[in-house]
């Protein structure tokens, strides 16, 4: 009789042991499902250096892949959407939006006084090149065109700041992809009892 009790004790802790094997397993598989995907640059574009190039950034959104490349569009606006709930994120998206709206404003001027200075040359009948008027639209077209140097220095690392924020709030965001065992299993103890087994991969 103590055989037998004994024998369906151990049957029973093997049934439990295979159970939280199996359910340790299937949130394993879950929670890596739905981990929180990073966005990621084209590659050219997270590469941009300080003064570089000041055309769109394009990117991956969360959770897609292959070359599927969306704009950001010219104030990083289509990027915004997937920032949602990170400040440090669209703080930096803020900045990139101001310095594409000032570099915008530095063309009109530069486009502006160029204008003024063409709408001059006939403005008296015959033509002229350099009256007082085209010296001051010369200087401020001169003026918006150094400016552009400076404002376009930092432009690109607010945008790729803002995409690093928010990447970077994912991998710290959650308990379980820290505490997750890299594998889960039976094992034997030196009784020959079963015994649920777990490992961590340290990382």
């Known amino acids: 009789m103590r055989t037998i009790t004994r024998l369906s004790l151990q049957r029973w802790k093997l049934r439990v042991a295979a159970s939280a094997a ?96 063409g709408q001059q040359i006939f403005a008296d009948g015959t033509p002229q090149y350099f009256n007082g008027t085209q010296k001051v639209a010369l200087g401020v077209f001169a003026v918006s065109i150094l400016s552009t140097a400076f404002i376009n220095h930092n432009t690109n690392s607010y945008l790729q700041r803002a995409v690093n924020s928010y990447n970077g709030n994912l991998s710290h965001s959650g308990w379980w992809p820290r505490l997750r065992p890299a594998a889960v299993g039976l094992g034997a103890a030196p009784t020959g009892q079963p015994v649920l087994a777990l490992r961590w991969t340290v990382r």
């Open 22 to 117: 199996l359910t340790g397993g299937f949130l394993a598989s879950a929670a890596a499902q739905q981990a929180p995907a990073t966005i990621r640059l084209l590659p050219e574009d997270a590469e941009r250096g300080l003064g570089g190039p000041q055309h769109n950034f394009d990117f991956l959104p969360p959770g897609v892949t292959g070359n599927e490349y969306k704009t950001a569009g010219f104030f990083g606006q289509k990027l915004r959407p997937y920032l949602a709930g990170h400040p440090d994120a669209l703080a930096a998206l803020d900045l990139y939006k101001r310095q594409k709206t000032i570099f915008l404003i530095d063309r009109l001027v530069a486009v502006g006084s160029f204008g003024v200075w």
